[in-house]
């Protein structure tokens, strides 16, 4: 079973120290981590940019680049979706980057709408309904986000709308049944998504500090699934904003 796969004990493998050579110096202290390519070209245009590293793929490499923001130098990159593709290339930019701290943003499902709605999530803890986590944490059914109260007070600080509250990570998109949206809301989920607790697990066997936040793409807490501004040009906007939130959080590690 897989929640006897944790192994705290014997070395892995093989790891990225195997396939990249570290850098000799950090090249940031924080990376923040996107997976959307509008939010890359973005940055691309509106900063003096750097590319630093890059993580190879057989599906297409990652550029990782850096940026200078409030005197701060920053990484930044895209990464695959899933806990397991972005904990997997999560590992290789920690790696070739020397990162301490990585910030993450991106989409997730509302499960309580009269909470969310409007308002950036900020998860508390996480449903592991992912394979990642077992292998870097013992198992549990939640993991609790640690960095969530200093998510929430720059958030404050910053004026803007949020709600903190559990969220129910799962990589199976197509499997989040009715019974089981069902009992994660009555557990206090707010919100699904996607890399949460698998990242959560990764970065707390690393000693990394993990800083995330959500914003609603589409909505379940309906007699119908509703796609909202999940995949539609609406989202970019939301997307190219919270960037700049992420770069807020990440000046402030």
Same mark, same amino acid.
């Given at each position: 079973m897989i929640t006897s796969a944790f192994d705290p004990h014997s070395d892995p493998v093989f790891g990225p120290q195997d396939v990249y050579e570290a850098p000799q110096a950090p090249i940031a202290d924080v990376c923040v981590i996107t997976f959307s390519q509008a939010v890359i070209d973005h940055a691309l245009s509106r900063f003096d940019c750097r590319e630093a590293a890059t993580v190879r793929a057989l599906?297409?490499?990652?550029?990782?680049?850096?940026?200078?923001?409030?005197?701060?130098?920053? %990484?930044?990159?895209?990464?695959?979706?899933?806990?397991?593709?972005?904990?997997?290339?999560?590992?290789?930019?920690?790696?070739?980057?020397?990162?301490?701290?990585?910030?993450?943003?991106?989409s997730c499902?509302?499960?309580?709408?009269?909470?969310?709605?409007?308002?950036?999530i900020v998860p508390t803890e996480a449903y592991r309904d992912e394979g990642l986590s077992y292998?870097? %944490?013992?198992?549990?059914?939640?993991?609790?986000?640690?960095?969530?109260?200093?998510v929430a007070a720059i958030l404050e600080e910053l004026g803007l709308p949020h709600v903190s509250g559990r969220c129910w990570t799962?990589?199976?998109?197509?499997?989040?049944?009715?019974?089981?949206?069902?009992?994660?809301?009555?557990?206090?989920?707010i919100a699904v998504d996607m890399e949460c607790s698998g990242l959560q697990a990764l970065c707390d066997f690393k000693g990394i500090e993990y800083y995330t936040f959500f914003y609603t793409g589409d909505l379940l807490?309906?007699?119908?699934?509703?796609?909202?501004i999940l995949g539609n040009e609406l989202e970019k906007d939301h997307q190219l904003t919270n960037f700049l939130v992420a770069l807020e959080i990440a000046g402030r590690t």
């Open positions: 599906n297409g490499d990652w550029p990782i680049y850096t940026l200078v923001y409030q005197g701060k130098t920053i %990484a930044f990159g895209m990464s695959p979706i899933t806990a397991a593709g972005c904990g997997t290339a999560a590992e290789e930019v920690l790696l070739l980057t020397g990162a301490k701290n990585i910030v993450l943003f991106g499902g509302a499960l309580d709408s009269s909470l969310t709605e409007g308002r950036l292998h870097y %944490a013992p198992p549990q059914d939640y993991i609790t986000v640690r960095n969530a109260p200093k799962t990589d199976a998109i197509f499997r989040e049944t009715r019974a089981n949206a069902d009992k994660r809301r009555k557990e206090g989920c807490d309906a007699p119908k699934w509703e796609q909202r």
